[in-house]
């Protein structure tokens, strides 16, 4: 069971109070009527599901309510960081390399 | 019966106390801490068991969890039976039933073992060759009906239990600073060195008692006292300290991410004799802050033709059961040893009067210090030498030897020694399997002959020998390390205490011992639980697999229930040698939790019977149980389904709740509703964002029928929405659907819109919900109810109010979901059951009915309106089931709204709802059921569709049903078939609606 | 004028827990008012002003007399409240929400020597003092239900629940205690 730290409660937390929520920053169009099938079809299904560094949204739902993102290595299970909703996608190559220095 | 072969000694064993136990039919008698492998042999039962695929006899290999041959089933104090335990890890309680598995119809007289003569069958691969089957044999009778059960029945282990479990399995989250995973010499002093930092410690061991080796050790000395007694003092310091949590009995199964730990705790046998209530395990969730992993090393077999008669043991299984279990394994006995340990043990047998003929050591070069006590006392020490067989029947009589030269070869010459015990050690394999479970990486060491554990920041930290640190001290200083290390304590000075012991080369033969002649002739077994031989993997190495992988699977090597625990790494040189690669070059299969097998019960805890799920209730479900009513599960609720009357079928029963409602009144429960309170300045807008539908002109007082979809823009949910102020909606969803709906409205409102001022509660719990439906609902609720004008002119269709009612706070919405007069009264929760029976007299005088979820499913269906659900299948659009004239006019954007005009959504000839009649009006269609244009279609036809709903309408007096067929709306008026079992039937297309089509009596 | 009247009848939570008078000691607490508090803090200042409780801060509860005022979330606050007091002016028109929930929840007091294991039993949480100090509130998990979670003392805790799932939280804290009470005697 992963231990997550929630980002409102400044807690580290058992996984179970936590639901995934997919893959983090895919924002809904602002317009939907102005983009296209393909686009439209992108923004409801294209994942990237990558093997490694992943930013995903949890929700603390069984906790304080809140979704929010986490950057966690998809092999491993390590979580780099979590973040809260809204706030930009973090350089995470920039992060390991500061992490190694 | 004499314990023959017990000796004095035992530091386990309780000798005043003797428990009575029963194994195979017969009765014993052992000591209290004896274990069912130590009593057995302590009473000469060397014979545990018959070989999974060859049914050969076995006997007891080792002492400890890592034993492949005695699986035993026993019951437990309660009476429980659990298959495949391991005798050497069974208590001894007074009153024990135990028996042998994979025997028929005895174990002395074993029928399969006619397998061990028809060995070529069962070679590498037999049982996927055979069950993949090749297709004529698939196809033909006699296979598939004689020899298929038959082979399925000869394999395997044990039976499973045929009762329900009678016993009770406790649970407990921990969390530590350092839990410390093994309680020998190296995890005796990272506990203490942790516990002496004030750090919170868990210390466990599988064992049922803590030290390890240490309780076997014979010669060296900790302090000056007896290794076992310098492990007793820690154990006692340890207990004495309120930061320290130990735990016996307790196997760590499981490494899971971000150092979270599997523990399953056995409660001892004994105890639970004397107090029944005590539960069987408990399991164990450590979320530890860092872990020292010091599991030890396990002793490996030696490879050679017919290695697994009974009397074939591990050397250090036999100095275990001397020393803790005052055991002597044998009459005659010989050692043959690639490793130094066995000399000690020899040793210690010996001093316990112990027959000790020989030591036959497969190195040529031996320190003379090793071989000299023994000479002393008349052992001969045989190097350069090997064991290349073994006679004898169930039990060994006698061994073959001959010369190794230093290129490995074998002499012509053999010679017999007879013997009925032979004590091997093919070297020591360090327990890497929790590191590695943690994802962590090991590397080969040429130097210890075994794969070690890599330390990673962060990670458990391996101590003692399953770091490769043999010996003693070794383990000592390093499991006092590890625990600076993992607290992020600096080194200290060397607090070892002073060990005197042995210089002991614990490397040893990796592989198959050198044999003469042909490979392939005889069996040298490998993995003894799943019989797999030395030759097994020379032929899957010879039919082409040449990753380890590929040979495990194709000959189960290390896939029985021991994982392998004492084969994997012989099997890895083995076929290492094969193919002339290093050992590391073959790679290294995967360890998989458990470390040893973990009875369901454990995980499932609690969650057994009632207590699986949550089984939740109304305030009004009383009532119900005290009416009769028959119950169903929707979802995690329990719902009345129907009222049956004595003597009434549920058929009869919902014709004539459906009647009474129609015709009179009825009430339903309606408590389950989802309920969401949507409060703020933006709730229309939120709504306007998250349904079908326009809010922004719902006056305050007035309800619309709501439906969601999700951004693919098929229907989710739906629900009645009332106005209840302008900043505050009181939301209803599906029973099933609340707590979705709740996560996806937050969802949005968090992630894409946090700038709309909206606020949601979920109330579902706060209100029970009393539909009464029917041309009399007015006036069963006039007489109870306060502040509010009923009249249709006031309170119309799909109005709401508040007031009060039986004099409790009350909100009213005059919706219906039957086509009928209808009202849902809402009342906290705790006033469900009694503002019920109030309405329930006044629903008495008009000859009404209580109805449940049945009639509720007919009601609506003869009205046409759907059940998110049952007419949609998440592939449904609002326009599919009818619903267009919802959407709000001139709407901005919505949830799902942009997917309504992808092509595949906008496209002619997509299902359509309609309802059908049946030819036969007393056929009542099957839902599920598919929709083909041809009378007995043939199968492989396209369906056009399928029914959602099919009742019994005793209003229509007649069956209805309701589908979603291609171009349905255009097909109206045809007719279609649906073909069943009993032939097709007919069915005729029509407008969804059965009772008033025009829609009046809801008016009334 | 109607003439019925009807009473209340409370939550019933199925067996409750025999004093294990070594272990712990589980009680349903009296009927009570209360209120799911949202919005950002100024309008929780507010809401809580209302009923005379301060806002409280993470994690943490605020207590005036025999009210108390959890904080669920960063916009969220479940408050409690005694029956029968004078009604609450929440006053309207604000960015936040107070929506009534008196008969949502059921409240339990769970008290006693080994109640912090009880819960352990089964709350995947850090229940130690120091990670769990008294004063802090949670909303957590107790075996397959949510709680909030409540600690008012180092062997007493407060347990809020929704109605329907009180029959099985008071079935897992029963089996819990029993299982323990056993352990402890071994
Ligand atoms: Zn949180």
């Given at each position: 069971m992963l231990n997550i730290r929630c980002p409102y409660c400044e807690e580290d937390r058992p996984e179970i109070e936590f639901r995934n929520a997919g893959e983090a920053h895919i924002a809904r169009p602002?317009?939907?009527?102005?983009?296209d099938d393909r686009q439209w079809a992108d923004f409801l299904y294209t994942r990237?599901?990558?093997?490694?560094w992943h930013a995903e949204r949890w929700r603390h739902v069984h906790g304080c309510g809140r979704f929010f993102n986490a950057v966690r290595h998809?092999?491993?299970?390590?979580?780099l960081l979590t973040y809260k909703a809204g706030e930009p996608k973090p350089d995470i190559e920039r992060m390991l390399r500061e992490r190694e220095a | 019966m004499s314990a023959s072969y017990r000796i004095s000694g035992g530091?386990?064993?309780?000798?005043?106390r003797t428990v009575r136990f029963r194994f195979d039919g017969r009765d014993y008698v052992g000591h209290q801490g004896d274990t069912l492998a130590s009593a057995l042999l302590a009473n000469g039962v060397g014979l545990f068991g018959r070989s999974f695929k060859y049914h050969r006899p076995r006997g007891i290999v080792?002492?400890?969890?890592?034993?492949?041959?005695a699986l035993v089933g026993a019951f437990g104090p309660t009476g429980g039976f659990t298959p495949n335990l391991r005798a050497t890890q069974v208590e001894l309680f007074d009153g024990l039933v135990a028996e042998s598995q994979n025997r028929w119809p005895s174990l002395d007289f074993d029928?399969?073992?006619i397998n061990n003569w028809l060995s070529p069958l069962f070679m590498a691969g037999f049982y996927y060759k055979t069950f993949m089957g090749p297709k004529a044999a698939g196809g033909n009778w006699v296979w598939r009906q004689l020899f298929e059960p038959a082979i399925r029945a000869a394999a395997g282990l044990g039976s499973p239990p045929t009762?329900?479990?009678p016993d009770r399995y406790a649970s407990m989250f921990a969390y530590c600073d350092l839990l410390v995973i093994g309680g020998g010499a190296a995890g005796l002093a990272a506990a203490e060195t942790a516990a002496n930092s004030g750090a919170q410690v868990i210390l466990c061991d599988e064992?049922?008692?803590?030290?390890g080796w240490l309780l076997s050790e014979a010669q060296a000395e900790i302090e000056g006292r007896a290794a076992r007694d310098w492990a007793a003092d820690v154990v006692a310091r340890l207990r004495g300290r309120d930061n320290v949590q130990l735990l016996t009995r307790?196997?760590?199964?499981g490494y899971f991410p971000h150092d979270f730990v599997g523990l399953c705790e056995t409660i001892e046998d004994a105890a639970r004799c004397r107090?029944?209530?005590?539960?069987r395990e408990r399991l164990w969730q450590v979320r530890a802050g860092r872990v020292v992993v010091a599991t030890g090393a396990i002793e490996r077999p030696l490879v050679f033709?017919?290695?697994?008669?009974?009397?074939?043991?591990l050397a250090g299984a036999a100095q275990t059961y001397l020393q803790?279990?005052?055991?002597?394994?044998?009459r005659r006995i010989v050692l043959f040893t690639a490793?130094?340990?066995?000399y000690p043990t020899a040793l210690a047998l010996a001093e316990a009067g112990g027959n000790v003929v020989e030591l036959i050591d497969l190195?040529?070069?031996?320190?003379e210090a090793l071989s000299a006590p023994l000479r002393a006392r008349n052992i001969a020490v045989s190097v350069?030498?090997?064991?290349t067989g073994s006679r004898g029947g169930l039990r060994l009589n006698s061994v073959e030897i001959r010369s190794v030269d230093r290129n490995g070869q074998t002499g012509a010459m053999a010679r017999q020694l007879a013997c009925d015990t032979l004590l091997m050690s093919g070297g020591w394999t360090p327990s890497v399997h929790l590191h590695s479970q943690a994802r962590g990486k090991v590397a080969w060491s040429e130097e210890a002959k075994a794969f070690l554990p890599v330390a990673r920041a962060g990670g458990p930290i391996s101590a003692g020998a399953c770091a490769g640190k043999f010996g003693l001290r070794a383990a000592i200083r390093s499991g006092a390390d590890a625990a600076l290390a993992a607290l992020g304590a600096p080194p200290t000075v060397d607090v070892t205490p002073a060990v005197a012991e042995p210089a002991l080369d614990l490397t040893g033969m990796v592989g198959r011992v050198p044999f003469a002649g042909?490979?392939?002739?005889g069996k040298a077994f490998v993995d003894f639980q799943n019989d797999v031989s030395a030759r097994d993997l020379l032929l899957a190495n010879q039919e082409g697999m040449v990753s380890i992988e590929h040979v495990k699977r194709f000959?189960?090597?290390?896939?029985a229930t021991d994982q392998g625990k004492t084969s994997n790494l012989n099997a890895l040189a083995i076929v290492a040698s094969n193919l002339g690669k290093?050992?590391?070059?073959?790679g290294l299969t995967t360890f998989r939790m458990p470390y040893t097998p973990v009875s369901f019960g454990s995980f499932a805890g609690i969650g057994r019977?009632?207590?699986?799920d949550p089984i939740r209730r109304t305030p009004i479900d009383g009532w119900a149980q005290a009416q009769g009513a028959v119950f169903e599960d929707v979802g995690t609720w329990k719902r009345a389904r129907y009222f049956p009357k004595p003597g009434e079928d549920m058929h009869q029963a919902v014709a004539r709740e459906c009647r009474t409602v129609r015709q009179s009144v009825g009430m339903l429960d309606a408590s389950t509703l989802g309920k969401i309170e949507v409060v703020g300045p933006d709730a229309a807008e939120f709504l306007e964002r998250m349904?079908?539908?326009?809010?922004?002109?719902?006056?305050?007082?007035r309800c619309r029928y709501g439906i969601m979809l999700n951004e693919a823009g098929y229907v989710i949910d739906d629900g009645v929405i009332a106005r209840v102020a302008p900043d505050r909606f009181h939301v209803t969803t599906t029973t099933g659907g609340a707590p979705r709906v709740l996560h996806m409205m937050e969802d949005y409102l968090q992630t894409?819109?946090?700038?709309?001022k909206v606020w949601l509660t979920s109330t579902t719990e706060q209100w029970a919900v009393i539909a009464v439906q029917g041309p009399k609902a007015r006036e069963v609720l006039a007489p109870l109810?306060?502040?509010?004008?009923?009249a249709p002119k006031a309170l119309s269709h799909m109005a709401y109010a508040e007031g009060r009612i039986c004099g409790v706070k009350m909100k009213l919405f005059r919706v219906s979901f039957t086509g009928e007069l209808g009202y849902e009264v809402n009342v906290p929760a705790d006033y469900g059951r009694a503002v019920w029976e109030a309405i329930w007299e006044q629903v008495e005088k008009y000859g009404g009915c209580a109805y449940g979820t049945e009639s509720l499913h007919v009601l609506r269906a003869e009205k046409g309106f759907i059940i998110v659900g049952q007419e949609?299948?998440?592939?449904?659009?609002p326009d599919d089931v009818?619903?267009?004239?919802a959407f709000g006019k001139g709407?901005?954007?919505?949830?799902?709204k942009r997917s309504l005009s992808r092509t595949d959504l906008a496209a002619a000839g997509r299902p359509q709802m309609v309802g059908l009649l049946t030819d036969n009006p007393a056929i009542v269609l099957e839902e599920g059921a598919q929709i083909v244009a041809?009378?007995?279609?043939?199968?492989g036809t396209e369906a056009l569709g399928h029914v959602t709903s099919a009742y019994y309408s005793s209003n229509a007096g007649r069956s209805i049903a309701l589908a979603l067929v291609a171009d349905g709306r255009n097909r109206l008026g045809t007719k279609l078939h649906v073909p069943m079992p009993g032939g097709s039937v007919s069915v005729t297309l029509v407008?969804?609606?059965?009772?008033d089509p025009k829609g009046e009596r809801v008016n009334g | 004028m109607v003439e019925r009247r009807v009473e209340p009848s409370t939550a019933t939570v199925g067996l409750m827990l025999p004093a294990f008078a070594d272990v712990a000691a589980l009680t349903q607490t009296e009927r009570a008012e209360r209120w799911t508090l949202r919005g950002p803090d100024a309008a929780l200042d507010g809401l809580c002003a209302a009923l005379g409780l301060a806002r409280p801060q993470r994690l943490r509860a605020t207590v005036a007399g025999s009210r108390a005022a959890f904080w669920l979330g960063p916009d969220e606050i479940l408050a409690l409240a005694e029956l029968g007091a004078a009604p609450v002016d929440f006053g309207a028109g604000s960015d936040g929400a107070a929506v009534e929930v008196g008969d949502k929840f059921v409240g339990l007091d769970l008290a006693g020597r080994r109640a912090d294991a009880v819960l352990a039993s089964h709350c995947p949480?850090?229940?130690s003092l120091a990670a769990f100090p008294v004063g802090k509130v949670s909303r957590t998990l107790y075996a397959k239900v949510e709680i909030v979670l409540w600690r008012r003392g180092a062997s007493s805790f407060r347990i809020e629940v929704v109605r329907s799932f009180a029959p099985y939280l008071v079935a897992a804290l029963t089996a819990a205690a029993e299982d323990l009470a056993a352990l402890d005697r071994r």
């Open positions: 602002d317009e939907p009527d102005r983009v990237d599901n990558p093997k490694g998809s092999v491993d299970d390590r979580i | 530091s386990a064993l309780k000798r005043e080792s002492a400890g969890a890592e034993e492949p041959n029928v399969g073992a009762e329900p479990d064992q049922a008692e803590f030290g307790t196997q760590a199964f107090n029944p209530a005590l539960p033709v017919d290695n697994d008669r009974p009397g074939i043991m803790r279990w005052g055991v002597m394994p044998g490793c130094d340990s066995a190195r040529s070069n031996v320190a350069g030498a090997a064991v042909d490979p392939r002739r000959t189960t090597t290390g896939m290093p050992v590391p070059a073959v019977g009632d207590q699986f349904y079908v539908n326009s809010w922004r002109k719902l006056a305050p007082g894409e819109w946090p700038d709309l109810i306060e502040g509010v004008d009923l949609t299948d998440g592939t449904v659009t009818g619903l267009s004239w709407k901005g954007d919505f949830v799902g041809m009378v007995n279609a043939p199968i407008e969804p609606v059965f009772v | 949480q850090n229940l």
